[in-house]
C-alpha cells in the first residue's frame, strides 16, 4: 500500500512539475531576470562598462530634490487614498448587503469602472476638472471662485478620485464576498443579548473580514504605487508638482537613458513596497494569534 501510495505521488509531483514548469520560465524571463538585471545595473557606472560603485548611484537618488518630491508625494498619495478606498468600499458593500433598493443595479454598476478603458475616460475627467469644465460652471453657479484644480495644490484631490473611482469597485465585491460568508445567527445572537450595530460591527463583522481587509489593503497599495496611468494621462509628462509620482521620475529617467538612477529608484521603491507587505503579514500573523 506505501509502495502504490509512493508511485501516486511521484506521479502526481511530476504532473504538478509539468504544469509549473511554462509559469516559472515566463516569471523568470519577464520579472526576476529583468529585476536581477536592474538590480545590477543599480551598482555600476553604466551599462557598457559596468563598473561598480557600490552605493553612488543611490547617494545621488537620495540628493536629489526631484527624486525626494516624487517620494514624498507617492507616500502622501498612499497614506491617503487607501484608508479612504478601505473605508469607502466597506462602508459601500456593506450597504450593498442590505436588501436595498435596486441592489443588483448598484453591485453592477460598481464593477463597471473596472471594465471600461482609463484611456478612453480620461477626457471626460479633463472637462470635469479644467478650468472651463463642469465642476467650475457649478461652482459658479453658488457663487465660488472657479479653482484651477489641475494647475494648483487642488490636483492632488483630483487624482485620489480617479484612484477611488478606479478601484472602489473590486474591494466592493471582495468585501461582499467576505460578508456573505459570515452567519447571520451570528447578527441574530448579538442582537438578541442586546449588542448595538457598533458592537455588532467591530466584534462580529471587523473580525470576520480581517482576512478580506488584509487582502484589500496590500492590493489598495499595490493599486497606489500604479497610479501613473492616470496622472500621466491627465496631466501630461510634468504635472504639478503635487502630483510628481514617483512613476513620473523614473520615467523621466527613462526617457534621458539615466538608467542607473532608474534602476536605483524602482529598486528602492520595491524595496519599499516589500517592507510594507512584510510588516502587514506580521501583524496578521500577530492578530490571528491574538484572536485565537
Not at 42 to 47: E, G, I, L, M, Q
Not at 73 to 94: E, H, K, R
Not at 150 to 158: D, G, W
Request: glycine content about 4%; hydrophobic content about 50%; aromatic content about 14%.
Amino acid at each position: 500500500m506505501r509502495i502504490k501510495r509512493k508511485k501516486w505521488m511521484r506521479k502526481d509531483s511530476a504532473a504538478a512539475w509539468i504544469f509549473l514548469i511554462p509559469s516559472g520560465v515566463g516569471f523568470a524571463l519577464f520579472y526576476l531576470i529583468p529585476f536581477a538585471m536592474g538590480l545590477f545595473y543599480s551598482f555600476v557606472d553604466n551599462t557598457v562598462d559596468s563598473r561598480f560603485v557600490g552605493l553612488d548611484n543611490y547617494r545621488e537618488l537620495l540628493a536629489s530634490d526631484s527624486f525626494r518630491k516624487a517620494a514624498s508625494n507617492t507616500f502622501y498619495f498612499s497614506a491617503v487614498s487607501v484608508p479612504l478606498n478601505l473605508a469607502l468600499s466597506l462602508g459601500l458593500a456593506m450597504l450593498l448587503n442590505t436588501d436595498m433598493h435596486l441592489r443588483k443595479w448598484l453591485r453592477t454598476a460598481s464593477v463597471l469602472p473596472l471594465v471600461v478603458p482609463v484611456a478612453s475616460i480620461v477626457l471626460i475627467w479633463q472637462i470635469l476638472f479644467d478650468w472651463n469644465g463642469s465642476i467650475n460652471a457649478w461652482l459658479s453657479g453658488f457663487a465660488v471662485e472657479p479653482v484651477d484644480w489641475m494647475k494648483s495644490e487642488a490636483a492632488r484631490n483630483v487624482i485620489i478620485v480617479v484612484y477611488l473611482w478606479k478601484n472602489i469597485g473590486y474591494n466592493i465585491i471582495l468585501f461582499l464576498a467576505g460578508l456573505q460568508q459570515i452567519p447571520k445567527d451570528y447578527y441574530d445572537t448579538a442582537q438578541t443579548e442586546g449588542a448595538g450595530s457598533l458592537r455588532q460591527f467591530v466584534s462580529i463583522t471587523l473580525v470576520y473580514l480581517t482576512p478580506t481587509m488584509f487582502f484589500v489593503v496590500i492590493l489598495s497599495i499595490m493599486n497606489s504605487f500604479k497610479v501613473f496611468r492616470e496622472t500621466y494621462l491627465i496631466a501630461g509628462d510634468y504635472p504639478h508638482d503635487s502630483i510628481y509620482m514617483m512613476q513620473h521620475y523614473m520615467n523621466n529617467t527613462f526617457t534621458s537613458l539615466d538608467i542607473q538612477k532608474l534602476t536605483a529608484a524602482a529598486t528602492l521603491m520595491a524595496g519599499c513596497i516589500l517592507l510594507i507587505v512584510m510588516g502587514l503579514f506580521t501583524l496578521d500573523r500577530r492578530y490571528r494569534k491574538f484572536m485565537e
